[in-house]
């Protein structure tokens, strides 16, 4: 399914292949649930560091496209899911920025934890 | 992480002449590990100092946890490193199974069913005597009786040397293998599109001194020639940058090659109102040939 990347273009070759799985999942030749070649076998297929292919499967278990799943290896994931953790971490940027301000207030970590939790507590008790 | 080859300030001199000055190594369990340098920048030396063939001059190493200039020491080095040599040594009375079966004697690990791939694989004519071989059977044979011993770490010195282009691909599609189960490769090489295919790490040597140590994706990232145009001619000495390694000037037209650094290069550049800045990747040759050049 996939090509060997160019090793001399002055491209980064888990670059390469990041685009081809992605690539791939856009033209739908891999969907949800599908299963990815194994590391050594990838790596062996296309004469690659092992190494370059895991961290392929890493980057894009971080940005949500795939989840490794421990001992059975790496899984499309889909879109509905892929869109919950861009969710989740547009959440945490969001959380991030308003922890940031409030210490630049000068509130430490402890009141901010205790504000938030004050919070959830009121919200559970209007419900 | 932990390095399964360091040295410190590694010395070897042959009489006057200083074949290895200084050298820092450290290579990290799991890795591919490449070791570039031109004829004679010392890399066969640092090797057989590596697996304690001979002695340093001064400075130190270990290797798999070993001291390799303590003679006790290095003959476990010796017996857990799988090593394939420059000049691929063989007992030459020996036929092909003869020699397969006397190097497995010795190693209890010994990948019975990898050997048997690559006799295949290699089309290694069992009967033959190793004097009857070509060149590029014997570095097969030489490779075979290397890969097959399941040993943790691997050191190739010029492992693809007088191969054809299809035992090349098998070459480092074993290493590829052998490096997914864990095994560790060391491998001098003057093959760099080679280099550049498997390796995860470079390590760059010129007249005994090493002039590169990266992460080969951090090389790739990083390393830019940037070409800029300016109205007017500039001094050379306006772009001595962090990161700038080397600069060329050619009237108004500058190239400049960046080892890191490259968006403040690039801004400098424009704020000395540079009329055109190309910013161009640098392949792993280029690079090469401008550390070992830079030196002359």
């Known amino acids: 399914m996939f ?14 292949l990041k685009e081809q799985v992605r690539h791939a999942i856009e033209t739908g030749a891999l969907c949800a649930g599908d299963q990815l070649p194994g590391i050594r076998s990838l790596a062996e297929t296309l004469v690659i560091n092992p190494n370059t292919v895991i961290k392929v499967y890493r980057e894009l278990e971080q940005e949500g496209l795939l989840e490794i799943r421990h001992g059975l290896g790496a899984f499309i994931l889909s879109r509905h899911r892929r869109a919950k953790t861009e969710g ?4 945490q940027q969001l959380v991030r920025e308003l922890v940031e301000t409030l210490k630049d207030e000068g509130l430490d970590e402890g009141a901010i934890r205790r504000l938030f939790e004050a919070e959830l507590a009121g919200e559970l008790q209007r419900r | 992480m932990t390095a399964v080859i360091e040295t410190e300030s590694l010395k070897k001199t042959y009489g006057k002449h200083e074949a290895v000055r200084g050298l820092n190594l450290c290579v990290e369990a799991g890795s591919v590990c490449a070791f570039l340098g031109q004829n004679g920048a010392g890399k066969s030396s640092t090797i057989k100092m590596l697996l304690g063939m001979i002695h340093p001059t001064s400075g130190t190493g270990r290797v798999l946890g070993h001291r390799i200039d303590k003679e006790s020491e290095s003959l476990l080095i010796r017996q857990n490193v799988a090593f394939v040599a420059e000049d691929k040594r063989l007992y030459d009375y020996m036929t092909v199974a003869q020699i397969v079966r006397f190097t497995k004697s010795f190693f209890p690990g010994w990948k019975r069913d990898l050997e048997q791939r690559l006799l295949a694989q290699f089309e290694l004519p069992l009967d033959r005597k190793v004097r009857q071989l070509s060149k590029g059977m014997r570095t097969k044979l030489t490779l075979l009786l290397g890969f097959a011993r399941g040993c ?33 490769v060391f491998f001098s090489s003057h093959q760099i599109a080679e280099v550049e295919q498997v390796a995860d790490h470079v390590l760059m040597i010129d007249r005994g001194q090493l002039v590169l140590d990266a992460p080969m994706d951090q090389v790739k990232e990083e390393y830019r020639h940037i070409h800029a145009v300016f109205p007017e001619p500039v001094e050379e000495r306006d772009l001595r940058l962090p990161g700038v390694e080397k600069v060329q000037t050619e009237g108004r037209t500058v ?3 960046a080892s890191h650094n490259v968006d403040s290069i690039v801004a400098h550049v424009r704020m000395l109102r540079a009329r055109s800045v190309d910013v161009l990747p640098v392949s792993l040759k280029e690079i090469f040939l401008e550390k070992v050049r830079a030196r002359g």
């Open chain 2, 152 to 184: 943790e770490l691997l050191i190739l010195d010029e492992p693809t040397e007088g191969l054809d282009p299809v035992a090349i691909e098998d070459v480092l599609q074993i290493v590829v293998s052998l490096a997914a189960q864990g095994t560790t």
């Open chain 1, 88 to 91: 989740m971490r547009d959440a």
């Open chain 2, 255 to 257: 190239s400049l090659t």
């Open chain 1, 3 to 16: 090509r060997k990347p160019n090793p001399s273009s002055g491209v980064p070759i888990y670059v390469q």
